[in-house]
């Protein structure tokens, strides 16, 4: 029954990176990138912000090292536009 608790959980699975498939950049195709952190603010005047100070968020990203172009930015842009 323990089990059932576990679903959702971290569990710690080994990959083995040559069964990866390579992704490239959506515009140079590059498959390098350098981690990046993308930083925005939810406003004090926001209702949904309870704290009253203006809040730093930070979300981890991936620039392309070639064209500098952010991982999934583009894909992100096409489902917005379809919508
Ligand atoms: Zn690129």
Do not use: W
């Not at 040559?18 to 590059?30: I, L, P, W």
């Not at 309870?50 to 990203?61: A, F, H, R, Y």
């Amino acid at each position: 029954m323990n089990q059932v608790s576990a679903v959702g959980g971290q569990r710690q699975v080994q990959f083995d990176p040559r069964d990866a498939t390579s992704q490239g950049c959506e515009n140079c195709g590059c498959f390098h990138f350098k981690p990046a952190v993308r930083l925005g603010v939810i406003s004090a005047l926001n209702p949904k912000n309870p704290v009253g100070n203006d809040v730093l968020i930070k979300s981890e990203v991936y620039m392309c090292m070639k064209c500098g172009l952010e991982y999934g930015s583009l894909v992100k842009k096409e489902k917005v536009g379809k919508c």
